[in-house]
């Protein structure tokens, strides 16, 4: 038996992982944002 970790341990991330999912959040974010803005703008120009 080894007394390192094993490197298959699902309770530890590497940092590669969190800086994917913070770009995946970051990503979504983007997406989301201007989903709602264009969206605001088309109500408000067939509104007006």
């Given at each position: ?31 989301a ?16």
């Amino acid at each position: 038996m080894s007394a390192s970790p094993s490197r298959d341990t699902p309770s530890q991330r590497r940092i590669r992982e969190d800086v994917r999912d913070g770009a995946m959040v970051m990503a979504f974010s983007g997406l989301a944002s201007t989903a709602v803005a264009m969206a605001l703008l088309l109500l408000v120009r067939l509104a007006g």
